[in-house]
């Protein structure tokens, strides 16, 4: 048995709304409020491999200045990006937070432009 927080990256993998929305509202909303430098940091550093020199190359700054906000990630969100199963999780919280916030887009059939 396992909690269904414990399975929010695989619930919203399935299509879970609920999962979706608890994930964005725990980790995206408040990345992404806390300041953009711990929003960039935590992409860079899941976008670059989970490398923390390939992080601070990225961003420009010292590899302890990526140390230290990757400690203040884990204290705004409670996931250490360390952590394979909880940088899965950030990771897709991400994800579904930028679908989140963008608008949506039209459908529309290909070729129907064409006369």
Do not use: C, K, M
């Not at 414990?6 to 608890?22: C, I, K």
């Not at 990345?31 to 899941?46: M, Q, V």
């Not at 579904?96 to 949506?104: H, I, K, M, S, Y």
Request: hydrophobic content about 40%.
């Amino acid at each position: 048995p396992a909690f269904a927080d414990d399975l929010l990256p695989e619930r919203v993998l399935s299509g879970d709304g609920t999962a979706r929305r608890t994930l964005v509202d725990r980790v995206y909303r408040p990345l992404a409020s806390a300041g953009g430098a711990l929003f960039e940091t935590a992409t860079a550093y899941l976008d670059g491999g989970r490398g923390l020199e390939a992080a601070a190359r990225a961003l420009f700054v010292h590899p302890n200045t990526v140390r230290y906000r990757l400690g203040r990630i884990e204290t705004v969100t409670g996931y250490d990006l360390t952590s394979a199963r909880d940088a899965q999780t950030v990771w897709i919280a991400l994800a579904v937070g930028r679908l989140a916030e963008q608008p949506p887009r039209a459908w529309r059939t290909p070729g129907a432009d064409r006369p």
